[in-house]
């Protein structure tokens, strides 16, 4: 079941903090209530790697350290295993996107990462050079202090000018960070996504030590409904947590770990 259409909504804080306690209220009550998700599946051949969930897999290095061998071996590994993209820094993605093509795997990469806290028109250059660049994929952290200064009308502009200046040459995922945010600001910042016309959010553990959970997208997933994508980021390193992030809602995993996941590790 999804949530009716909140896009072009009146973003006013009052409005948002009352979905958002109905939401936790609602969820509550439902805690235990699973939700269907594009990529849910379950089931896998014990002697091969499981094919399914490799085409809802990011394979991610968006690190400090990253180095040019490594974006050979991340894209050689999303070759063979079938993942949906390669997420690089934004330095790499060029090499990427040309050691990818042709190969329908894509290049990812994000803008202010990761802290969100550049203007809106750098943020906005940002994304016109990625996708210069060959970038199709795009995290899009939101701006954490203008969320706890409840300066929300800013916040969906920001999002609505990347928004505009991707066009449909790129997707592009809003950031809910685990780690810096009370689970109330992470239900308003997906609504607030939601609201604003992101057709994608990135749940992502940052500073979180357990990493994504169930629980984290089952939230998420209450508060959304089904007209928006999720992608599960951070802590996931086995098959076990894959199955259960996508059997609790997410659409998308990004994770370093891919290979070891998709091969049952």
């Known amino acids: 079941m999804g949530a009716p259409s909140r896009i072009n909504d009146d973003l ?9 306690r ?33 085409k809802v897999l990011e394979h991610s290095m968006i690190i400090p350290n990253a180095t ?3 974006v050979e071996q991340f894209c050689a590994e999303a070759v063979r295993y079938g993942f949906v993209n390669v997420s690089v820094p934004v330095c790499f993605v060029k ?9 329908g795997v894509k290049t990812s990469s994000a803008v202010s990462f990761p802290y969100g806290n550049t203007t809106t028109r750098m ?14 994929e795009i ?15 800013s916040i969906s502009r920001e999002i609505k000018s990347v928004l505009e200046a991707a066009g449909q040459r790129a997707l592009i995922k809003v950031v809910v960070d685990l780690g810096q945010l009370t689970r109330e600001e ?40 089904s007209n928006i994508g999720i992608k599960a980021d951070g802590g996931i390193r086995n098959h076990e947590a894959a ?11 990004g994770a370093s770990r891919s290979v070891k996941i998709v091969t049952f590790g």
């Open 243 to 253: 199955v259960k992030v996508i059997e609790a809602g997410a659409n998308r995993i």
């Open 123 to 136: 943020k906005v250059e940002e994304t016109l050079e990625i996708i210069n660049l060959g970038g199709v």
């Open 186 to 225: 992470q239900i308003k910042i997906a609504l607030i996504a939601q609201m604003s016309g992101a057709p994608f959010l990135k749940v992502a553990a940052g500073s979180k030590p357990d990493g994504v959970t169930q629980e984290d997208i089952k939230m998420i997933r209450a508060a959304v409904g």
């Open 12 to 20: 006013n804080i009052n409005r948002i903090n009352s979905i958002v």
């Open 139 to 153: 995290d899009l952290p939101i701006n954490i202090g203008m969320l706890k200064s409840d300066d929300v009308q």
């Open 68 to 70: 040019a061998a490594m």
């Open 22 to 54: 109905e939401v936790i209220d609602n969820y509550i009550k439902t805690k235990n209530r699973t939700f269907n998700s594009s990529g849910r599946y379950i089931t896998h051949d014990a002697n091969s790697y499981d094919k399914k969930l490799a």
């Open 95 to 103: 090499m990427a996107a040309e050691l990818l093509k042709g190969t």
